[in-house]
């Protein structure tokens, strides 16, 4: 049973434009959502988390926008660089349950061109 | 990269060997774990430890030991490869909280013919 659905697969914007990546889950005892960014070559680093108290969370060009409702979060890339081409990954957790309870989805390519 | 080091980073095995993947921190973190990365399946928890010789299997651990003798080091071995577990190995190490950020090695890249 996957507890993190993630779309899409892969993702190609022009520079400039706004990557919009979509999580949902299921587990509705899930209270810590972070996303991992992660370059070729390398491991997955963290980008930016929220928690459920909060609807929306900015952190530079990156936002995360959250649904409890819905239970769907989403990233978002404003102005988009061809630096930002990556594999991002959205995650869910519960916080008393340790990092190892972290479930990750598939993962989104994203490509953004000059 | 967070003091992590992971050894080999790339690796080719024949079917039936054995084959020790190391990780070693110098965070001092209490909390170690190994993933594998395959394409469509995204990052998957084999293993993961608390503690020097506290150890718990993760969500695809079959075919897969771990050990921790020292808070630096975590290994990860595979008794006998099979080409199933051709894949990227990643050790990631974390503070005790639930919220608190995995930070990834670069990775181990095994192929096994």
């Known amino acids: 049973q996957q507890q993190v659905k993630q779309s899409p697969q892969s993702l190609i914007v022009q520079k400039g434009g706004i990557p919009i990546i979509n999580c949902a889950y299921e587990?509705?005892?899930?209270?810590?959502f972070p996303w991992y960014q992660q370059f070729p070559g390398k491991g997955p680093a963290l980008l930016i988390a929220i928690r459920p108290d909060v609807s929306e969370k900015k952190e530079g060009r990156f936002t995360i926008s959250f649904n409890k409702s819905a239970k769907q979060f989403s990233l978002h890339i404003m102005d988009s660089q061809p630096g930002d081409s990556a594999t991002y990954f959205c995650?869910?957790?519960?916080?008393?349950?340790?990092?190892?309870?972290?479930?990750f989805g598939k993962g989104t390519k994203l490509t953004v061109n000059p | 990269d967070a003091g992590i080091t992971q050894s080999p980073r790339h690796k080719v095995t024949e079917t039936g060997t054995p084959v020790t993947l190391r990780c070693h921190q110098t965070e001092n973190h209490r909390y170690m774990y190994w993933y594998r990365q395959d394409p469509g399946h995204g990052l998957r928890l084999i293993h993961y430890?608390?503690?020097?010789?506290?150890?718990d299997k993760g969500e695809v651990s079959d075919g897969y030991s771990v050990s921790r003798s020292k808070t630096e080091d975590f290994l990860l071995t595979l008794e006998s490869a099979t080409s199933s577990q051709t894949s990227v190995y990643f050790c990631?190490?974390?503070?005790?909280?639930?919220?608190?950020?995995?930070?990834f090695g670069n990775g181990t890249r095994l192929t096994v013919t």
């Open positions: 587990n509705t005892a899930f209270d810590y």
């Open positions: 430890s608390y503690g020097v010789k506290d150890t």
């Open positions: 995650a869910a957790s519960k916080v008393q349950g340790g990092s190892e309870k972290l479930v």
């Open positions: 990631a190490i974390s503070g005790s909280a639930g919220d608190s950020p995995l930070h």
